[in-house]
């Protein structure tokens, strides 16, 4: 978790008792979470914590690459810590449990022209069910029969 309070102070952000709160709540949770959810961890500890300045910090911190906005089926919106620091890579969420993992290849190539157009940037999320999920689901089958 010191790893991404040192974020903070690289970025030069303060290191406030609250943002510690918000990267405390999402290391624990090991997997996205909504605002919300990150509102209601908070509130445990801050009893006065505002909605509104909760999301400031998790925008402010999104901005920096400190977290990053997870995008659902659902169309509600997510927040991951990102555990890798490099600019340009992608994520692979699990659709089971919610866990998050980088993926530092990028499949797609960069600077070409697709259909005319000159590719200047592009977002790609995965999805899909990690090994511990994978290993419980295996578990249920054999249990089943
Ligand atoms: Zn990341
Ligand atoms: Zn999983
Ligand atoms: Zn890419």
Known sequence: MEKFIDRLRENGLKVTPKRKAIIK????????????????????TF?????????NNLETMLKVGILHKIDRPDRRLYYGLCRS??????????IGCG????????????GRTVNGFEVVEHFLQMEGVC???RKKARGKSVSEK
């Not at 709540?25 to 445990?44: G, I, N, Q």
């Not at 009893?47 to 999301?55: H, I």
């Not at 620091?85 to 699990?94: A, Y």
């Open 25 to 44: 709540a999402l290391f624990e949770a090991h997997r996205f979470l909504s605002p919300e959810d990150v509102y209601a961890a908070v509130k445990k």
């Open 47 to 55: 009893k006065k914590a505002s909605f509104p300045s909760v999301y």
């Open 85 to 94: 620091g490099l600019k340009h890579h992608h994520h692979v969420v699990c």
């Open 99 to 110: 866990k998050i993992s980088e993926v530092a290849h990028c499949p797609l190539p960069h």
């Open 131 to 133: 090994p511990d999920c």
